[in-house]
């Protein structure tokens, strides 16, 4: 069963919540899950791999799960509501998924004590409130390493949003991974500022195939720098979801998110009643970070050479941030065989050598 | 920079510019004849998923802007019925018009997230356009020539026709139009229909031509670009014109200069050059007005008959 909450039914729902407390007694009633999304489940990119997860959770327990989902939350105080909205009916277990819904996710957690919650990508925990991410740094490894592989020009374009940690680290492992083969790598990036605009994505990636870039990736949304690759005939990248359907040559391959196996241990973990809090950053290792499958084009080299950094980094004998690591400014970030901590990796503000940012 | 660069950074504009310029054209025929229709957004996202649902599901691009051309005109219709037909307020209802079309494009398109067609190619065959600088000039799709087509046709209209005329006289003084026996609500839900027409086809532009996809949002506000451009250009159709291209060329400049590595420019600072653009631009024609011109059409916005 799922309920689809739009807001306009959530501003209907709000005038009759008042009656939901006599509902709450039901004796065998499902177990409700409830999801608030940042954007629209349709935006085949971030909130639409949330959505996969939350069908696997209703495909793995059928009638004992009830999920809802309240979609185009706005970060900001229409998100306390739209989170209160699902605590009040009768959700126990709520998962958060924007950075900006952190604040509200703790404000509400402290009225409902009784009801778990999981906020995604923050660093505020609570008894009730527990925080996940995934590390995509490390699909970011891989894809430059196929980069460089499969790039004649030695250079890259890299669309990216908004120059925060999340996206540093991301176009550093990149460079860092495509370097490692060719070392006079060049990454361009252009700053799109804007999680999502398809045509103006689609123009960032011209611009950068004008440069002279022959494989393009992104930190941005949507499907159309793909479009645009394929349709000068350069490599590409998929982002949070296999995006070969739209670039069936240039697609060499996909960071995938997939936060199914999570959602399904977490959802199974509250029902048990062995729900603790805690923050869980998954990589490939554990599932929450996968590579789509190689395009037929993708060198045996170059195959290889991923497969490597793949386990490596499953094994854990390789970290995409090893020492020794000079930013571009000759600071030294990194000491020889030192990896980066999770805590410089979460503040990371300084760009390799290469990157031209 | 050689030259394929320079002329591939054009092309990369006009496609910019196009559905831009097609949705602000229809709106200004619309203000013109006195509506406010602030739906363009709208109008434009309800074209873009019909265009695709139709070119998806029968695999002709053609029919697909029909339907997108169609599903403008009925987007606009409705804003028509609510505010000439029931006299309510047009700038409210412009702004629900953008909302609904959000909606009813989100909830039209939810089937086709994910699917691709193969998209509106050049109108010529390539052989011709072998020249980098030939591709210039034949290199492009049929609807830019459209587009282009359609800016002369309607500035002819405009200021050469009996019928430009009258539409006119509808957007200055209603009700001396009316008082001379022109239908005055009838023109206006004429022009509001061409204005949806125009803004459907631009919309289709983004999901069947640039980004052959369908996603929510897809126009991502390029409706409100086309609102502020009408007023920009003065209610001009040449205006309008270059109006488009140089924000097409701001835009484009913009991610070109950044792929170049122009670092001595911040981006933050390029991202903004659009607006600033605007801004500089709407502040020297107010300043113009304040010596004796006057732009805007006399009765734009107001219902008719007045209250």
Redesign the interface.
Known sequence: MSAIITRRTLLAGTAASAALPLVGARAQAPFGVGFVYVGPVGDHGWTWTHDQGRKAVEAAYGNKVKTSFIENVAEGPDAARAIRQLAQAGDQLIFTTSFGFMNPTIQVAKQFPKIKFEHATGYQRAENVATYNARFYEGRAVIGTIAGHMSKSGQAGYIASFPIPEVVMGINAFHLAAKKVNPNFKTKVIWASTWYDPAKEADAAKALIDQGCDVITQHTDSAAALQAAEQRGVFAFGQASDMKAFAPKAHLSAIVDDWSGYYVKRVKEAMDGTWKSGDVWGGIKDGMVKLAPYNDAVTPAARAAADEVQKGIVAGTLHPFTGELKDQKGTLRLKAGETASDEILSKMDWYVDGVQA | MTAA?LV??FM?LAA?AT?ILLAALGELVTEKAGVLNLGVEGMMLCGAVAGFAVAYSTGSVPLGLLAATLAGVAAAMIFALLTLGLGSNQVAMGLALTIFGIGAS?LI??GF????IT?LGPLFPADYAAHPWLRLVVGHDAIVYLSLALVLAVSLFLRRTKAGLILRAVGENADSAHAIGYRVLAIRTAATAFGGALAGLGGAY?SLA????W????????GWIALALVVFAAWKPGRLLIGAYLFGAV??FE??A????L?FIA??VL?MTPYLATIVVLTMMSLGRRTGGRDAPACLGKPFPAP
């Open positions: 660069i591939s950074i990369t910019a559905p989100s398109g939810a997230v994910g699917r691709t998209r983004f640039l980004t052959p996809m996603a929510d949002r897809l126009t991502a506000g390029r835009a484009t991610l070109q950044k792929a170049a590595g670092s981006p933050e991202a």
